[in-house]
């Protein structure tokens, strides 16, 4: 791998500290690294107000500042009198969870280097979101913490686990992965710890547990947010005690496997739901990592699909790809991310004679001049107001469209990447039709 050179980009976070009044004083520090506010005593702020969630919310200094998140609590974040699922802190200021006040100060930048880099392990990227995650993952790839990877659909996160052991002083073990989105809930328990011949219907010879599988390596827990409520205690026991017993045997089996777990699920919102354990986030989350969207990292757009094409074994299919045709691929919002990047390099391969211009946005379905996604112009006859209201309704429906195709519907999902309440996501799909109607 590639020799870190710190200094060549700098990153200059603005974070702060936060007060609670007390006697005596609560204050927390807030870095590079999330701080969750919450009533949960494993939150790095706790606050003892019955109106507060379990994990409450969350402040992390960014370049723009400190970034508040609400993390789906039931009784809101405030800043003055607006209630805000995102906003970012930069002057001193108050703000609100439940009913308890929460003092914000902020401190000098923070300048945090980058790694000069353009990949780790499988990992691709020159863009400043992508050499912060670099940053931490090496970090995180020196210890054995239990790493916990979170974003879209299609970010790629097997391949952050990937990097992790790649870079681990367990890359020369196994690298296991358990899907937990393609397990039956009924068979999670024996999937994850393995089981004994006849342990139940269809057990017709015994399974190894794959943390078992995974000594002196990696095991990787992919969809770890679909993993059913009733199993969860016993990944934490495992994870605590360091050992599994198999469904229907007496014996626990000792296992050494470094974890790194992964979800597109909100599993903040889904710990104040009651639907996933919060002792269990804190285990796994002893290292967050975010993977980016492709949206918020197009700087990298190019040099993908030069990094993919050399991959594909058509290097030099680059010359190849049109400017008009990068400009179309910039203006995408990339609903399916790096995964649906790679599909339409491949497809436009697949069509396209070794001669003939590489179309990736043809694959794509982007006509030249008119990107999915973009409000048709009014036309200069018509009324302003008329032509304001049609070209929203258009944006809206094109937008909650793409939401709903990306998320599969799924309400909370589009409630955390708009930023709007449930209630709110749920009117913007009956009113353009993209939900069935219930009763």
């Not at 999330?34 to 402040?59: I, T």
Request: glycine share 10%; net charge positive; hydrophobic share 40%.
């Amino acid at each position: 791998m590639a020799t870190t050179v710190f200094h060549q980009q700098i990153l200059e976070l603005r974070g702060g500290r936060v007060v609670v009044d007390g006697e005596p004083p609560r204050v927390v520090t807030v870095g590079s690294d999330p701080v969750v506010v919450g009533r949960d005593p494993s939150c790095q702020l706790v606050v003892n107000d019955s109106g507060v969630s379990a994990m409450h919310a969350e402040l992390v200094a960014t370049p723009r500042g400190v970034r508040l998140r609400d993390l789906g609590s039931k009784n809101g974040t405030w800043v003055g009198d607006l209630r805000v699922m995102e906003a970012y802190l930069g002057d001193a200021t108050s703000f609100w969870i439940a009913r308890t006040e929460l003092q914000f100060e902020p401190g000098k930048p923070e300048k945090v280097g980058l790694p000069d880099l353009d990949r780790f392990g499988p990992l691709w990227g020159k863009s400043a979101p992508m050499l912060d995650l670099f940053r931490r993952l090496q970090k995180a790839a020196a210890t054995d913490l239990t790493v916990l990877v979170q974003g879209e659909t299609g970010v790629g996160k097997e391949l952050v686990a990937q990097a992790v052991h790649q870079a681990s002083a367990r890359k020369g073990g196994p690298f296991v992965v358990v899907d937990c989105g393609a397990i039956a809930p009924t068979l999670a328990e024996a999937t994850l710890f393995g089981h004994e011949k006849g342990a139940f219907t269809g057990a017709m010879t015994a399974r190894e547990s794959p943390f078992v599988e995974a000594s002196g390596g990696t095991l990787f827990i992919d969809e770890l947010g679909e993993l059913p409520i009733d199993v969860q205690p016993k990944l934490l026991r495992a994870l605590a005690e360091r050992r599994v017993k198999r469904v229907g045997s007496n014996t626990y089996q000792p296992f050494d496997a470094r974890i790194v777990a992964a979800t597109r699920r909100d599993l903040e919102g889904a710990v104040n739901a009651g639907t996933f354990r919060s002792d269990l986030y804190f285990r796994l989350a002893q290292v967050r990592a975010f993977a980016p969207p492709l949206r918020q990292r197009l700087d990298d757009l190019p040099g993908l699909i030069r990094h993919m094409l050399e991959q594909m074994g058509h290097k030099s299919a680059w010359r190849r790809v049109s400017r008009s045709t990068l400009d179309r691929l910039l203006r995408y919002d990339w609903p399916g991310n790096v995964r649906e990047l790679r599909n339409a390099v491949a497809v436009a391969l697949a069509l396209a004679d070794d001669k003939e211009p590489l179309d990736i946005a043809a694959a794509l379905g982007l006509k030249a001049g008119k990107p999915r996604g973009t409000i048709v112009e009014a036309t200069a006859n018509r009324g302003y107001h008329d032509a304001k209201r049609e070209a929203l309704q258009q944006f809206e429906r094109a937008y909650f469209a793409q939401l709903a195709e990306a998320t599969g519907g799924n309400v909370a999902e589009i409630s955390r990447r708009t930023g709007l309440q449930r209630t709110h996501v749920r009117r913007y799909l009956r009113l353009h039709g993209l939900r069935e109607p219930k009763g």
